[in-house]
């Protein structure tokens, strides 16, 4: 603690379980557990703490118990945007929590070893709406293809897909044999 108070460090945990001495998805021992890292920020450090995503559709985010969220000031989800096998080369960062302020998704490409900046980085959802507006009428699988191309997992297209449709930003035509067609929706077109 005195070392946090003296230097104002910036401390890494690398990665988050192999720290935890608990269970990650017990929420009273990563409450207590999470108390650490927020006495370190309190006296002037700032905390970075690397984690993992899961598998499940509810741990896109991060993996463990609600806990981890509710006790950092903002966090961030890293994707890569690059086809696998390819090694590093465009990433996004997204936030999906922010107590400090407003923030919007960070392009990151990678040349030669060195990390530059881009433009603001669409949202997977921004994706989407971009792909149905310049391709109204498409198929399904067709609008799937076309966004997993721009680097959307299929999964999460398809989520976005049935989002869209529920939530009014897309408007969903079922036709022969139950074939999906896809449009830009009402709430878009008031934005």
């Not at 899961?54 to 991060?62: F, N, V």
């Not at 060195?114 to 198929?139: H, M, P, Q, W, Y």
Request: aromatic share 6%.
């Amino acid at each position: 603690m005195r070392f946090a108070r003296e230097e104002c460090p910036l401390i890494v945990f690398d990665s988050f379980v192999a720290f935890h001495p608990g269970s990650e998805q017990d929420a009273s021992e990563t409450r207590r557990y999470m108390q650490h890292y927020r006495n370190l920020a309190s006296v002037g450090a700032t905390v970075l703490i690397i984690h993992h995503t899961g598998k499940s559709e509810t741990a896109r985010e991060y993996r463990g118990s609600s806990d981890i969220k509710a006790a950092v000031d903002t966090a961030w989800l890293l994707e890569s945007l690059t086809d696998r096998g390819s090694g590093i080369g465009s990433l996004r960062l997204t936030p999906y929590k922010n107590r400090i302020a407003v923030a919007s998704p960070i392009h990151l490409d990678c040349s030669d070893g060195i990390f530059r900046a881009g433009e603001r980085a669409e949202t997977n959802r921004e994706i989407v709406e971009r792909i149905v507006r310049e391709n109204a009428g498409e198929k399904q699988a067709a609008v799937v293809r076309l966004v997993q191309a721009a680097g959307v997992p299929k999964h999460r297209a398809e989520q976005l897909l049935t989002d869209g449709a529920r939530d009014g930003w897309l408007s969903v035509d079922v036709g022969a044999r139950g074939a999906k067609t896809y449009r830009a929706g009402q709430i878009e077109a008031l934005i």
